[in-house]
């Protein structure tokens, strides 16, 4: 199934990211020269455990910015498809494109992002004409094609090396994580035939040496952000990778349309010398998962509060109900351990409540998940009724809020008054009941693992509103409920209304949540002056 709330990062660990936060990893933290702080607003620390990280410089409150940069490089992401090089808009074999002077295909010679720092540059374009790059290209074939552009990114960063040394010279005090990568034999041989051997060999750079294209590399794969709007793009900042991993981040990151400016803010209070962080996993996905992802993309084990906790700090995202006695949970004993076996938790001495006893091996329960997780993904991502069969298939299977529901859940809360069959003023009421229903459970889980101004949050919010009120309006119309009643429900959705334009209005002016969040504060307009009107009844 497609997922409405995708994660937004394919973000990016580097040294300081190679261990997740926990509390006695800084036991022994020194602190980095004061030239890498900004203003006071926070600073970097070094511990043997876990390189550079960002601190806090002083208190933060939430929505504060911590940082506001722009790329040192923008560029594909490894396995996009065939895009502009200029404005990196995806391009089709059947549809109308042109090709730049360099031989390579760009969505128009008017193109804005020709010329641009973060687009295709002069340089850029002189140094594929001159290396012929385009000479082997297959405009037929475009699934053959686009194995071309995972050599854009690091050509971009290696070319600063000429045209602005200083940068280049930050890339490379990134961390690559060469000597982890180097025996990960996949993706090692992926990158010497998909971009070493490619800029060295089919496009003649030899200045760059086999060494220098392995590390950019990895400083890309280790330290990038994914940027851009429904774009296969990620930039490399230079000191938003200083940020460090955390199952349950502080911050949130937007950026920019035209220049790519990435923006960080706290999320939650910050306190001073509380490390700055973010999460490089989906948050909703659960522990196994999210190690998982991170081991394997990020190079690192998490050891976070989050990851250690077989309950996930209350939340329960990986639970399953206990099959033998539908009393107890079933959770790993060890969830930092992926062979760690699964256990039912149920310790009642009653003998009407208590578990025969119930243990399953982490095998066993990796082919439960991955089975479900195949047959959610046959599910159409605007199939509602599928959807809430799927949770009542598995309602005495997977935990209410176990990730594989929760995911369900976030689309189902979007979905509900969005489609055809089911737009806001047709609901029924237990419907509309539902729709509330759905977004208040996921706003429980959010408030602990994705806390405080957070975009899903105020999307959320945003959501529950409506329901909220056209049940109001309707029962108030039928004057089932009194006017005291009716002022409690208005608080209530303007309490809603405020907190989502809040949050969302630091948002990208023309997305989807940047609109919603004016649609929020028109919204509240109209329900202050209704309040008013009722107020004289």
Not at 151 to 180: F, G, Q, W
Not at 361 to 386: C, G, H, Y
Not at 523 to 529: E, H, N, R, S, T
Request: hydrophobic content about 30%.
């Amino acid at each position: 199934m497609n997922k409405i709330h995708r994660k937004k990062r394919h973000s990016k660990c580097s040294k300081s990211r190679s261990q997740s936060v926990t509390s006695e990893r800084f036991a022994s933290d020194l602190e980095c020269p004061q030239k890498e702080s900004c203003a006071g607003t926070f600073y970097v620390k070094t511990s043997k455990l876990m390189g550079r990280y960002m601190v806090a410089g002083k208190d933060l409150p939430a929505g504060s910015v911590i940082l506001s940069e722009l790329p040192l490089i923008v560029g594909p992401c490894n396995g996009s498809k065939v895009q502009c090089l200029g404005c990196y808009q995806t391009l089709e074999e059947e549809y109308d494109y042109t090709k730049c002077n360099c031989g390579w295909p760009i969505c128009s010679s008017t193109c804005p992002g020709i010329g641009h720092a973060f687009g295709h540059t002069e340089e850029e374009c002189s140094v594929l004409r001159e290396s012929s790059s385009s000479q082997n290209f297959d405009y037929k074939d475009f699934d053959k094609f686009k194995e071309n552009y995972n050599a854009v990114a690091p050509l971009r960063c290696l070319l600063l090396k000429e045209t602005d040394p200083k940068k280049y010279e930050k890339i490379l005090s990134m961390e690559n994580h060469n000597e982890i990568r180097r025996n990960i034999p996949e993706l090692w041989h992926l990158n010497q035939t998909s971009v070493v051997n490619r800029i060295r060999n089919d496009w003649g750079l030899m200045e760059f040496s086999e060494d220098e294209v392995h590390s950019v590399c990895g400083v890309l794969e280790v330290n990038c952000f994914e940027v851009g709007h429904g774009m296969s793009i990620r930039g490399l900042y230079p000191s938003a990778f200083l940020m460090s991993h955390d199952c349950v981040p502080n911050t949130n990151h937007i950026d920019e349309e035209n220049n790519f400016r990435l923006t960080v803010r706290a999320s939650t209070d910050i306190h001073v010398n509380q490390p700055i962080t973010l999460s490089y996993a989906y948050t909703l996905q659960g522990t196994l998962g999210r190690r998982e992802h991170l081991l394997e993309n990020k190079f690192f084990e998490c050891r976070c509060k989050r990851c250690s906790d077989p309950c996930e700090l209350g939340t329960y995202t990986s639970a399953l109900i206990c099959p033998k006695c539908n009393n107890g949970l079933v959770l790993c004993i060890d969830p930092l351990n992926n062979e760690s076996a699964w256990t039912c938790n149920n310790r009642s001495t009653k003998p009407e409540r208590k578990c025969p006893g119930y243990t399953v091996t982490a095998k066993s329960m990796q082919l439960l998940i991955s089975r479900i997780q195949t047959e959610l993904d046959f599910i159409d991502a605007n199939d509602v009724e599928s959807m809430e069969k799927f949770l009542d298939k598995y309602r005495n299977v997977l935990h209410p809020t176990h990730f594989l529901c929760l995911g369900v859940k976030l689309s189902l809360s979007q979905l509900y008054g969005k489609i055809t069959g089911y737009l806001l003023h047709e609901l029924p009421d237990d419907l509309l009941y539902r729709k509330m229903e759905i977004c208040r459970e996921i706003l429980k889980i959010f408030d602990v693992v994705e806390p405080g101004l957070t975009k899903i949050r105020g999307v959320t919010l945003y959501e529950l509103h409506a329901p909220l009120m056209i049940l109001t309006s309707r029962q108030f119309e039928n004057q089932s409920i009194s006017k005291s009643i009716l002022k409690q429900r208005l608080k209530e959705v303007v309490r809603y209304l405020e907190e989502a334009s809040h949050i969302l209005k630091y948002e990208p002016e023309n997305s989807s949540e940047g609109i919603m969040g004016k649609a929020a504060n028109d919204a509240l307009l109209k329900i202050k002056d209704w309040g008013k009107i009722i107020g004289r009844i």
